[in-house]
């Protein structure tokens, strides 16, 4: 079900009504439907948040619910923050996917409708989640909008491969599995991997697939510059590529409300390093943000953290190559 944006989730502090320099993001927020975006001929750039309202991935995967509530607290940490996008600038406020009861496939194929609608009006589509089912919905987004040919390769920042099998039903923990056994033009790749996070067959289903990873122990900002060279070599063989950041990559004191948190994740200067490196390298089309629950967090901490990563993705996309 797709629920209409609503300004009740873009409020902060308001600092001057005219001059730009003082604006923050709820002053600049526009809110339209997928179906009724029509692009500003004068804006160089448009980025449209959609949010996808679901837990039952997560559910599924006997995981700890309350992501779904994420959306609409990430749009309100993200308001208050100043706005540094030139005034040429759209970012608007497409409203929800709310998965309905158990119908997670249906709210998938909902939002990768909407993702897709977004991309074919010119706008870069910045998905909230939601539990790490979302990817799922992202990825049908993107799949429709470039054809079956083109190659897409999957940017995963995260502690897990989520390549669990799927025989019995699908959830949080199996969508690339799913990705990978169907789609013979996609690639995949993963930062942040943790040996304590993954069963040895997990990492054996992901040398089957010829998955790229690096695990959360060779992540690190001395190291940073090889694996920019790595994420780089990886999108060069790619025509297009997504990113999706789950984040329960990212230590626990700093994001303690997330599904599985963690205290060996990683630094958050080095995931908004890569999301930095990631977006501005012109092969990416759609980025989103999973796994954040508010109802597990501590002090907002990890909405917080959701907020400033989400704003690091607006400005760099931006800046692309």
């Known amino acids: 079900m797709l629920i209409n944006p609503s300004f009740n989730h873009w ?21 339209t439907k997928p179906s009724d975006l029509v692009t500003n001929v004068n804006a160089t750039k448009v980025m449209s948040i959609i949010g996808f309202k679901c837990d039952e991935g997560v559910k599924r ?6 992501a779904a509530e994420a959306p609409d607290h990430i749009r309100l940490a993200l308001a208050k923050l100043p706005w540094h996008l030139p005034a040429e600038t759209e970012v608007l406020d497409a409203g929800d996917v709310k998965c309905e009861s158990t119908q997670m496939e249906d709210a998938q194929q909902e939002l990768g409708n ?23 919905g992202h990825y049908i987004g993107a799949r429709q909008h470039i054809g079956p040919e083109a190659s897409l390769g999957i940017i995963n920042i995260d502690a897990h491969f989520d390549m669990r099998p799927y025989e019995e ?10 990705i990978l056994d169907h789609d013979r033009n996609c690639g995949y790749f993963v930062a942040g991997i943790q040996q ?5 067959a997990l990492f054996v289903e992901a040398k089957k697939h010829q998955v790229d990873y690096i695990l959360e122990e060779d992540l690190s900002m001395p190291r940073l510059e090889t694996v920019k060279q790595q994420l780089d070599e990886f ?37 908004r390093a890569l999301i930095r ?34 704003n690091e993705a607006l400005i760099h996309f931006h800046s692309k190559k």
């Not at 039903?169 to 799913?178: D, R, V």
């Not at 304590?196 to 040895?200: D, E, K, L, P, S």
């Not at 060069?236 to 963690?262: E, K, M, Q, W």
């Open 196 to 200: 304590q996070g993954n069963t040895r």
């Open 61 to 66: 995967n006997k995981g700890r619910i309350g």
């Open 235 to 271: 999108m060069s063989r790619h025509d297009y590529a997504i990113l999706t950041l789950c984040t329960d990559a990212i230590n626990s004191a700093y994001a303690p409300g997330v599904s599985a948190p963690s205290p060996f994740g990683l630094e958050p200067k080095v995931v």
């Open 169 to 178: 039903e699908t959830s949080s923990g199996t969508m690339f599995k799913q």
């Open 11 to 31: 409020q902060g502090r308001t600092d001057s009504q005219t001059d730009l320099l003082s604006f923050r993001y709820h002053q600049q927020i526009k809110l």
């Open 277 to 310: 490196h990631i977006v501005s390298s012109g092969k990416i089309l759609s980025f989103d943000i999973s796994e954040v629950n508010p109802s597990l967090d501590e002090n907002n901490k990890t909405v917080t953290v959701a907020a400033h990563l989400l």
């Open 114 to 136: 909407a993702v897709t609608l977004l991309l074919e009006k010119g706008a870069f589509p910045i998905i909230l989640g939601g539990g790490h089912e979302t990817l799922y």
